[in-house]
């Protein structure tokens, strides 16, 4: 079945880069996206890549994807204290990718 | 423009009463999705309205579970004879294409 996998917590410095780290398992996935959640809110879409791309950057987010080991990751550039929230990777299944299975969440709390 | 919109943001309810939860999704978009998050279950797909097609169910969890979507628009989530373990978040999103889905602030049901 389809499972997403991520590292639960994240913690790092004001200014410093963060990775949140993600695999999953449908090989057919055709996009894989990153969401936002903070605090009593609802999920934000942060960026999504493409199944035949290797990298995408929008401003101070890098999503790097390894379609053959199944391994998708964020960076945040100079990650901020409003960064700190949970972000969740998920991949799109199902006959026509409407599906999302998303992975657990990781809680990245950013130190100033 | 207006994001998507759900209503109520709160509702409790007794065990055995059946809820009905509503969803507005952002004008244009053909796609409408529920899915529900809970400290136990993470985030869960339940069901997917695209255009005039059948509707995916395949993620209801029992039969208590029903969803309409009316006109191409406005969709309500349907719970019958709630379940203590009914309690979450459920979450509505739209979507016009495969580049994501858009979430709503979500209702928060909570059964006693």
């Known amino acids: 079945g389809e499972d997403v996998e991520q590292s639960l917590f994240l913690s790092v410095r004001e200014g410093d880069s963060s990775v949140i780290n993600c695999t999953y398992t449908d090989s057919s996935s055709t996009y894989l996206y990153w969401y936002k959640q903070e605090p009593g809110a609802g999920l934000q879409l942060l960026t999504y890549i493409f199944s035949n791309m290797d990298m995408k950057q929008d401003q101070r987010l890098t999503v790097l994807l390894n379609k053959k080991d199944k391994h998708l990751s964020l960076r945040i550039a100079d990650t901020q204290t409003g960064d700190s929230a949970i972000y969740f990777c998920a991949e799109s299944i199902g006959e026509y990718g409407n599906k999302l299975v998303f992975g657990a969440g990781t809680i990245l709390r950013v130190k100033s | 423009g207006a994001g998507v919109s759900q209503s109520p943001s709160n509702k409790v309810t007794e065990k055995g009463k059946d809820v009905e939860l509503r969803c507005d999704p952002i004008s244009g978009h053909t796609a409408l999705y529920w899915y529900r998050q809970s400290l136990g279950q993470g985030l869960e797909f339940l069901i997917y309205?695209?255009?005039?097609?059948?509707?995916?169910k395949s993620g209801l969890p029992s039969d208590r579970f029903s969803a309409e979507r009316t006109g191409g628009s406005v969709s309500t989530l349907t719970i019958q004879r709630t379940q203590q373990e009914d309690s979450a978040v459920y979450l509505c999103?739209?979507?016009?294409?495969?580049?994501?889905?858009?979430f709503g602030p979500g209702t928060r049901l909570t059964v006693l």
């Open positions: 309205f695209q255009g005039n097609s059948a509707p995916d």
């Open positions: 999103a739209s979507s016009f294409t495969g580049e994501g889905q858009f």
